[in-house]
């Protein structure tokens, strides 16, 4: 019999931030094949018994390109094992989780898919920055910094610079620069607050504050190398702000 | 001494969505105050010797309104209680968890902030519907449909309707009407692919699928009424694609 594949979304890091189903499928698979950005502390409550396969990717390098990915998921599916395909986030945010639900259907595999905590919403409540709030922000728009071969990324930079709403950019430290100049150039004013959280909800969870002209010099005066989310719009000066309040409460 | 507040997600309704954190926070909680939209098998895994206060919300009607929501929490805090404030979804992704925090910080007191799978996840993972896809989708935009006093929404029509993202809008099923007309008005094409997801990942789920310019007669043919999520662009329309693929297959 062809066994179940599960696409399942290991979260932002935090072991503690697993859903419980996610934790039961990784404690009955016989086999999980996991992403680099999955964390150790995940790894380490996988079933003992059960083979681990890393497939990638670390910083946009893949140990096994995509196609292997989905052949070594419909091979092990079709050997009668349980399979987790265990990857960072959610499967369907920057996740490629779609192609491989595809790949298992046309295979005549269904797979079944169980969301994660993207790294947004793992890093805005790290961070305490609300993606959405009445007075800020009415949307939140998720897109990815990875550029084709170092260029520039292929985003829709004037509704990005539109008012009102949150930004979040995945993998954005690598095009920080260029990002940053694209956002002005099509509107957005260089006072724009914006927070870079690298490892967000992980114990070296590393944040810097600033201001959108200056994403590059915040980045590199706090060492962020990434992977890191780029948090842009009103929402992400709340802390500052708030942090203000309170010392002017407390001078009263 | 003054106690914690902890701003729990609770995901999008499937208890087993919730997170490993969530579920140690409801079970040491002393007093937990919950939104009408956290599922009652949720509510069953709190502590059994717990408070439960209900505070709201249910299809727009505040038990409590926000303010007061926000004085039961310091009044609680101050008691030395363990408190949880439990949400449906994220607390950051249209749950005005950014006003509790804020709130609680004026008072003297710093919460804690849990994420949850927002429904648009959960929903997402749910109907199989990948949120980006390198092929179809670069972005996608959370945005509410919710409108002041049966109004139009207040949203950036143009920007929601460029190509090559998805669009996911919370509480869309009252204005679907205004929507469908407002996109196509901004240049979205009337054959964009259109789910509307009604209890999202509760046993009671429904989908359906159609186009924009047949939203509202989508809606009123499968009996939506709403709480529901409406998810906008190509990824929408992949279900079908599959499965026409998986009949022609069949019949070749």
Same mark, same amino acid.
């Given at each position: 019999?062809?066994?179940?594949?599960?696409?399942?979304?290991?979260?932002?890091?935090?072991?503690?931030?697993?859903?419980?189903?996610?934790?039961?499928?990784?404690?009955?698979?016989?086999?999980?094949?996991?992403?680099?950005?999955?964390?150790?502390?995940?790894?380490?409550?996988?079933?003992?018994?059960?083979?681990?396969?890393?497939?990638?990717?670390?910083?946009?390098?893949?140990?096994?390109?995509?196609?292997?990915?989905?052949?070594?998921?419909?091979?092990?599916?079709?050997?009668?094992?349980?399979?987790?395909?265990?990857?960072?986030?959610?499967?369907?945010?920057? $996740?490629?989780? !779609?192609?491989?639900?595809?790949? /298992? +259907? *046309? #295979? @005549?595999?269904?797979? %079944?898919?169980?969301?994660?905590?993207?790294?947004?919403?793992?890093?805005?409540?790290?961070?305490?920055?609300?993606?959405?709030?009445?007075?800020?922000?009415?949307?939140?728009?998720?897109?990815?910094?990875?550029?084709?071969?170092?260029?520039?990324?292929?985003?829709?930079?004037?509704?990005?610079?539109?008012?009102?709403?949150?930004?979040?950019?995945?993998?954005?430290? $690598?095009?920080? !620069?260029?990002?940053?100049?694209? /956002? +002005? *150039? #099509? @509107?957005?004013?260089? %006072?724009?607050?914006?927070?870079?959280?690298?490892?967000?909800?992980?114990?070296?969870?590393?944040?810097?504050?600033?201001?959108?002209?200056?994403?590059?010099?915040?980045?590199?005066?706090?060492?962020?190398?990434?992977?890191?989310?780029?948090?842009?719009?009103?929402?992400?000066?709340?802390?500052?702000?708030?942090?203000?309040?309170?010392?002017?409460?407390?001078?009263?």
């Amino acid at each position: 019999p062809v066994g179940a594949v599960h696409i399942v979304g290991a979260g932002p890091g935090d072991p503690e931030l697993l859903t419980l189903k996610a934790f039961r499928l990784i404690q009955q698979a016989d086999i999980v094949f996991y992403d680099k950005l999955v964390s150790p502390e995940i790894l380490d409550m996988v079933r003992r018994d059960a083979e681990r396969v890393p497939v990638g990717k670390s910083k946009g390098e893949h140990l096994v390109p995509q196609d292997g990915i989905h052949e070594l998921l419909i091979a092990a599916a079709r050997e009668g094992k349980r399979v987790v395909r265990l990857k960072g986030g959610d499967p369907f945010i920057f $996740g490629r989780g !779609g192609e491989e639900v595809d790949a /298992l +259907r *046309e #295979a @005549g595999i269904e797979a %079944d898919v169980v969301p994660g905590i993207t790294s947004a919403l793992g890093c805005a409540a790290s961070a305490r920055l609300p993606l959405t709030h009445r007075d800020h922000a009415q949307s939140v728009t998720f897109v990815t910094g990875h550029a084709q071969k170092g260029g520039v990324p292929d985003l829709d930079w004037p509704a990005l610079a539109r008012p009102h709403q949150t930004v979040v950019v995945f993998m954005g430290v $690598g095009t920080a !620069g260029i990002i940053s100049e694209k /956002l +002005r *150039e #099509a @509107g957005l004013p260089g %006072d724009t607050p914006v927070a870079v959280i690298e490892n967000g909800t992980r114990e070296n969870e590393k944040r810097a504050f600033g201001q959108i002209a200056d994403l590059s010099s915040v980045i590199e005066a706090r060492g962020i190398k990434g992977p890191a989310l780029l948090i842009i719009g009103a929402v992400a000066s709340l802390p500052r702000e708030a942090q203000t309040l309170i010392i002017e409460k407390a001078l009263a």
